[in-house]
């Protein structure tokens, strides 16, 4: 059996804790679901969220672009996995707006991969910043 790191054992279990519920999970609720204790538990946050593994709102802690970036460099081995790397890389579109706080013409000129919910982002942003159709220069 191979050693572990108790440290990094820690960090992977919020990141699943938080990645299985979906939603902003708080500091609180961290504690006494893992049993970190709050001084290992802030210090580890304050690492995940440095490397954006993990993103801090005003609501609680969500998964971070950086977990997106991971998830969707996997190689697919199955039908199940390109279909969660889709979605991870439609939501990490979203995601990459709202965190960017970015205005329609700041995405419209991006490049949007066709055919998927990025593109229909892409065509929205155009149209919102008044730019035809294709207009991606």
Partial sequence: ??????????????????????????FTELVETTGIPKATLH?????????R???????GYLIGMTAFEVG???APSSASTWSAR???????????VVNWEAY????????????????AFGEAFLAL???PLHAHA
């Fill in 86 to 96: 889709a979605s991870a890389s439609s939501f990490g579109e979203g995601q990459l």
């Fill in 1 to 26: 059996m191979a050693s572990t790191n108790h440290s990094v054992d820690r960090a992977l279990q919020v990141l699943q804790l938080v990645a299985r519920l979906g939603r902003p999970v708080r």
């Fill in 104 to 119: 329609p013409e700041d995405v419209a000129s991006l490049v949007h991969a066709h055919p998927t919910q990025n593109e």
């Fill in 72 to 74: 969707a460099a996997t």
């Fill in 129 to 131: 910043a008044g730019k």
């Fill in 53 to 59: 593994f993990l993103e801090k709102t005003s609501t």
């Fill in 43 to 51: 210090s580890l946050l304050g690492s995940l969220e440095t490397a």
